[in-house]
């Protein structure tokens, strides 16, 4: 009997068809070398990662950690917005999953509540790494992320950017489980976001 005999986990099928016409190929080679990159040795509790990986002629297929518990975007909906003990919980963790892959080398670039999943416990891991990036060789300076979670260095072309801009997703993803919306809704293009003055601003503490 395996250590993984009755173990349950997802499986993650990627139709090779449709990753040709999207242009996908570095994209899931991507995924496939992060994933492994953040499985092997000492694994974190607070990432989703990835057991086995395999493909058919169609296919390529991904076995990753089991989390039936949802993602913190469904339960902001459901909620409105956590407490702030909950958000602390949720924040030490997000933070332990996030210095795993900076020891390693790895920007994660897309942290957001939809890309946080619970388990059972209501323990949290980051799910989806396809925008994940290595930065062994140099750091990044594509625009890759969700609009209201990036930060400003990495909107602006052609700006080197680091670890930094996973602590600015973190903080928006933060004030977004408080207070229930993202903080720069209001800024929908990359211009008016980037130039948007927070100087002067009263700020308000909780607790």
């Avoid at 993650?12 to 992060?34: F, H, P, Q, V, Y």
């Avoid at 990835?50 to 518990?69: H, S």
């Avoid at 909107?155 to 680091?162: I, S, T």
Wanted: charged share 25%; proline share 3%; hydrophobic share 40%.
């Amino acid at each position: 009997m395996t250590a993984n005999e009755g173990r349950r986990y997802a499986m993650k099928c990627l139709d090779k068809k449709r990753i040709k016409l999207k242009s996908g190929e570095s994209m899931a080679l991507n995924e496939r070398t992060i994933l492994s990159r953040v499985s092997s040795g000492d694994a974190s509790p607070f990432i989703v990662c990835m057991t086995y990986a395999f493909q058919t002629p169609e296919k390529l297929f991904f076995i990753l950690d089991l989390m039936n518990g949802g993602d913190l975007n469904y339960h902001l909906t459901q909620r409105g917005t956590f407490t702030e003990e909950d958000v602390k919980f949720y924040a030490a963790e997000i933070i332990l999953g996030l210095e795993h892959m900076h020891t390693r080398n790895i920007v994660y670039r897309d942290l957001k509540p939809a890309n946080i999943l619970l388990d059972e416990g209501g323990h949290l891991r980051i799910s989806d790494l396809g925008l994940a990036c290595d930065v062994s060789e140099g750091w990044p300076t594509a625009t890759v992320g969700t609009q209201g979670y990036m930060a400003p260095e990495v909107l602006q072309k052609g700006v080197a950017y680091a670890f930094s801009a996973d602590w600015y997703s973190l903080g928006c993803t933060v004030y977004k489980l408080l207070v229930g919306v993202s903080p720069f809704r209001h800024h929908a293009s990359k211009r008016r976001f980037c130039e948007a003055p927070i100087g002067g601003q009263k700020v308000r503490f909780l607790g």
